[in-house]
């Protein structure tokens, strides 16, 4: 292959990349924009409350069935960030156990991948692939979670508008509504209704479960209670349009995945074409595939392939994801 095709193959590269960012950016961009928002407003609300707050009672629950040394080795910095990840994935592990877990896992196949293969960067990607698995689990399970919980917040912004028709206090509606609503709602606002009751600061509590549940509905709904708390105001009007937008938003949602069901198929065809072809090649071609599995160049290339694939799908999950 010459220097002139080598150079030509690299700018048909950066051309589809280019492309690729002219259709993507527009439809992100409004979706970065909201997440940088969010984040901003919870690190707002988290400074202002930096020298007040304190472990959650679950967490503390939690540690307290632990030994003191390992009370010591769940409390540190990196251990926190773990199990606060896990919980927000609603795992019941200890960030120890994860850990430990991994570690020897990572262990046990780089020595496998030394013996089978001698390749230093089968041994590196053995060592990764564990930890990556992992956070890709956890990431999808908080994400899962946080949208049966947007899902049920309607109904249980229902059952907070009739509590508080009915004479109940604030910190009775929460109890009420998570006695009535399934998980992961329930949980979250048992865990808030513990902390009003046990520290008597509403405000430090919505903050938490802000931090748990990082949602634009959820923000949404704490914004109204703080302002109706510090300024006055109709809550039950503010919760019941609050009802009616995300109503309006799941509807909107449902109508989009719809409309995009063709470019969401389109992915999985482009996902599943190397698999496929690489079974055409094995019937039709074995020597090929031969060649492929049995000489050191073709796990090479298979290492590369690999990556390039994960790299591929990962973009191309970014590109037909679009969030409402």
């Not at 998570?178 to 808030?192: D, I, K």
Request: glycine content about 6%.
């Amino acid at each position: 292959m010459t220097s002139n095709t080598l150079i030509f193959l690299a700018l048909v590269a950066l051309a589809v990349v280019f492309l690729s960012l002219a259709m993507f950016v527009p439809v992100t961009q409004p979706r970065l924009n909201r997440s940088a928002l969010l984040k901003r407003r919870i690190e707002a609300l988290q400074s202002e409350n930096r020298e007040q707050q304190q472990v959650s009672i679950y967490r503390t629950k939690r540690l307290d069935a632990l030994s003191p040394l390992l009370r010591r080795v769940e409390t540190s910095p990196l251990m926190e960030r773990v199990a606060f990840a896990l919980e927000l994935a609603g795992s019941r592990l200890y960030a120890y156990q994860l850990v430990l877990g991994l570690s020897v896992l990572s262990l046990l196949l780089a020595v496998l991948s030394w013996w089978l293969w001698h390749s230093w960067l089968m041994v590196l990607l053995a060592l990764l692939v564990p930890g990556l698995v992992t956070h890709i689990k956890l990431r999808r399970n908080y994400y899962q979670r946080l949208a049966e919980y947007e899902q049920q917040l309607p109904e249980a912004l229902d059952i907070m508008k009739r509590g508080l028709q009915a004479g109940y206090s604030f910190s009775d509606t929460i109890k009420l509504i998570s006695e009535q609503m399934p998980n992961p709602l329930g949980r979250e606002f048992a865990l808030v209704f513990a902390d009003i009751n046990y520290r008597k600061d509403i405000r430090r509590a919505m903050t938490g479960l802000l931090e748990r549940v990082p949602s634009i509905s959820n923000m949404a709904l704490i914004s109204a209670v703080q302002v109706q708390r510090e300024t006055g105001g109709n809550l039950v009007e503010n919760i019941d349009k609050l009802s009616t937008i995300i109503r309006d938003r799941f509807k909107f949602n449902r109508q989009l995945r719809t409309l995009s069901a063709e470019g969401r198929m389109s992915g999985w065809v482009l996902v599943l074409t190397p698999f496929s072809l690489f079974a055409l090649m094995y019937f039709t071609t074995p020597g090929y595939i031969n060649e492929l599995v049995t000489t050191e160049q073709g796990h090479e290339l298979l290492v590369y392939g690999g990556i390039g694939m994960v790299l591929g799908i990962w973009w191309i999950s970014r590109i037909i994801k679009i969030e409402v």
